[in-house]
């Protein structure tokens, strides 16, 4: 059997290799098994996948009344009057006033747009169940409020 030669001596201020501190670290430390658990009672975060809370849509205001055969609507456009299918669209720059009221059995609301030219055009629309037309009192004020604040 051959013999080796021994290995040199040491240099000086050198350790041998593979002894001494290991070499520094350059990213950050790796993650744990698990992620840490909420404290007791605690509820647990959402996952990042789920969708929040709804959102509310919020745009412009607009009032929609409609019954079997009539229909009114009031947005940012104007309003829009159905009667029977036949539609009358009315821009708030042709509008001279809009006037409402409920009927005189009070089932019904009662929709009027006076037009520059002087002519008045209505739809009724019937208020099923009656307690709607409470609402939709509260709402057509608010509406046209916001785009008729002068009247």
Not at 4 to 31: D, E, I, L, N, R
Not at 56 to 65: D, K, L, S, T
């Amino acid at each position: 059997m051959t013999q080796q030669p021994p290995p040199p001596p040491p240099v000086s201020g050198t350790p041998p290799a593979g002894f001494g501190p290991p070499p520094p670290s350059y990213g950050p430390p790796p993650p744990g098994p698990f992620p840490a658990a909420p404290p007791y009672g605690a509820a647990p975060p959402p996952p990042a996948y789920a969708p929040g809370p709804p959102q509310p849509a919020y745009g412009p205001p607009e009032f929609v009344a409609v019954d079997r055969n009539n229909a009114v609507v009031v947005d940012a456009d104007g309003v829009t009057l159905d009667l029977s299918g036949v539609q009358a669209d009315f821009p708030w720059p042709e509008i001279r006033s809009v006037h409402y009221r409920a009927s005189p059995n009070g089932k019904a609301l009662m929709f009027g747009v006076v037009h520059l030219d002087g002519h008045f055009y209505e739809s009724v629309v019937q208020a099923r169940p009656r307690a709607r037309l409470g609402e939709w009192f509260a709402r057509l004020g608010w509406v046209l409020s916001h785009y008729r604040p002068a009247g």
